[in-house]
């Protein structure tokens, strides 16, 4: 099994529980991590037996523009997406990262990640 990792999507998005969230907004990273046989790609130098990174960068950036409350949400939708649109991919990881969240004192960053 190999994997490929496309780390730190960077986005500005309204996510969070707070009114001042859903206008200020916060600054966001996405991780994605595939895991698979891509030994297709590895010999035949074959974009099409592996990950699109272009494909993946879509999905990311359409699925935080969509506001939600709580981080955990928005994983699971880019999650499923990708799971349908990368069907060969055996295991998917996403990690959303929030930086700065407002929690009345120093908090550098709250990440949530899932794997399916």
Do not use: W
């Not at 990792?5 to 859903?22: D, P, Q, T, V, W």
């Not at 099409?48 to 950036?61: A, F, G, K, L, P």
């Amino acid at each position: 099994m190999q994997h490929l990792a496309i780390r730190r999507i960077e986005c500005h998005s309204f996510h969070g529980c707070l009114k001042e969230e859903s206008v200020i907004g916060s600054r966001f990273s996405v991780d994605v991590v595939f895991s698979g046989d891509f030994y297709g790609a590895i010999v035949n130098d074959d974009l099409s037996q592996t990950v699109d990174y272009v494909e993946v960068h879509r999905i990311v950036r359409e699925e935080m523009a969509v506001a939600s409350k709580l981080i955990e949400h928005v994983a699971g939708r880019i999650l499923n997406r990708m799971k349908d649109r990368f069907p060969r991919v055996q295991s998917c990881r996403v990690e959303i990262t929030k930086y700065n969240p407002p929690v009345n004192g120093q908090l550098g960053e709250a990440v949530f990640s899932i794997e399916g």
